[in-house]
């Protein structure tokens, strides 16, 4: 994942280093297009280790709530990406120059927001794909179109923050955050048994 | 209570028929033992009645809670012993423990474990992880997970393959413990030998139907 997004932060950061002021219009994109890759590379493993000895049964088995599961693995993918998110965020402000000091708090809560918009609906996603064979390709086959209300509304708070912009300029972006976040994560903790058990 | 009511059960995937209207009962205190030549489907049985895959028509019930509508409720009664044995390689034999018993709702204490791991003979692997395990000490880990849960149903798939002797042993003890203790064990098995050693009922799985072998005759294998 870590390997991952230091590539795409290199490449971006080679393709603008002419050109600045592009860099600084084209940032948010390239935050959250780093970031959401590399979150689905996370995703696409997080339920990889219940396909040993069948694993995934012992699940589907288990007399605890479904949704009890679901919601463990959302809070360890969260955790996950999030942290990958915190340890790269840096190398974007080192290698693009970027004047981030009075956004950080509201930058966090973006992050914090999105991540867990495409934690709850990859997550979901994830145990979907798991036992297919192409599961791979099929998740951001799957998740990406879903996930795009998402990453625009990440994006547009992302360039109002950076661009120093009045929290007002870009707060109904936050707003769609934390709506489509209720959204994703109720519907996905309902589906999650019915898809455990199919 | 009957612990396992199955009536009229028929499972087909697509235009094949695994098995159909197959109806029997099994009351608590009994060992049923399932033999059945390779793809009779005995394990597709097993696996419905582990709530793992649903029957195409008919019905079945564990302990009176209906098998389809009433699932959960039915997993807080049974224990599957299968082929994949539901470990994590990245774990330790304790540490599966731990998670396979929090699954259930249970919590055994450190003292618990090792006193079921001492008995299935893996007590000094203890913290080795699952990868380095052979077939033998995963199956042997099984029946501690089964020793520390007791569950009113055992449900046992092929629980013969890959034991030495002493783990078919202990298999055995395990299963009269269950039975004495007012549970239930459901197998699939080969191991005709074995199985009539231990078992007190029995069915023999063939052509989609269910021959049903009384304790007499598995005693006498008059049946095979």
Redesign the interface.
């Known amino acids: 994942m870590l390997f991952f997004a230091l590539i795409v932060i290199l490449v971006f950061s080679f393709s603008f280093s002419m050109d600045q002021d592009a860099a600084r219009q084209l940032i948010a994109g390239i935050i959250w297009v780093a970031f959401t890759f590399t979150g689905i590379i996370g995703l696409g493993k997080s339920f990889t ?1 219940e396909l ?4 995934l ?9 479904k949704g009890a599961i679901y919601l463990g693995k959302v809070t360890a993918n969260f955790l996950f990406m999030l942290s990958v998110e915190i340890l790269l965020f840096p190398l974007f402000v080192l290698f693009f120059n970027l004047d981030v000091i009075e956004a950080v708090g509201t930058l966090l809560i973006i992050f914090f927001l999105a991540t867990l918009g495409l934690s709850a609906v990859g997550t979901l996603f994830s145990a979907l794909t798991v036992q297919i064979r192409a599961r791979e390709v099929m998740l951001p086959v799957l998740l990406l179109p879903l996930a795009v209300p998402v990453m625009i509304a990440a994006v547009e708070a992302t360039r109002g923050a950076l661009n120093g912009d009045p929290f007002s300029f870009y707060s109904q972006w936050i707003h769609l955050l934390v709506i489509f976040d209720i959204i994703f994560t109720v519907v996905s903790f309902w589906l999650f048994e019915f898809i455990l ?1 199919s | 209570m009957i612990a396992i009511q199955v009536t009229s059960l028929s499972k087909a995937y697509g235009f094949y028929r695994i098995f159909e209207d197959l109806s029997f009962d099994i009351h608590p205190g009994e060992c049923f033992a399932l033999f059945g030549p390779n793809g009779a489907g005995k394990t597709t049985l097993l696996r419905i009645l ?3 895959q649903t029957p195409s028509s008919g019905q079945f019930t564990i302990f009176g809670q209906d098998g389809v509508a009433q ?3 039915v ?2 009664t ?1 224990m ?1 012993i ?9 774990l330790s034999a304790t540490e599966n423990l731990q998670f ?1 018993l929090g ?3 249970q919590s055994p204490s450190q003292p618990q474990m090792k006193r079921a791991l001492d008995r299935t003979g893996i007590g000094a692997f203890a913290d080795l992880k ?1 990868r380095q395990f052979s077939a033998g000490m ?1 199956k042997r880990l099984d029946l501690a997970k089964a020793i520390l849960a007791q569950p009113q149903l055992l449900l046992l798939d092929e629980p013969y393959n890959a034991l030495d002797y002493s783990g078919v042993a202990l298999t055995n003890q395990l299963i009269l413990e269950t039975l004495e203790r007012g549970g239930t064990v459901f197998m699939t098995t080969h191991d005709r030998d074995k199985a009539t050693q231990i078992a007190t009922r029995g069915g023999i799985l063939q052509g989609g139907h269910l021959q049903l072998i009384s304790s007499e005759q598995l005693t006498t294998n008059a049946i095979f």
Do not use: V
């Open positions: 280790s040993q000895n069948d694993c049964e012992s699940l589907q088995m288990s007399p605890a709530p058990d | 582990a709530t793992l699932k959960d409720a997993r807080e049974i599957l299968a082929h994949g044995s539901h470990l994590y390689d990245e396979a699954l259930r709702g699952i995963k």
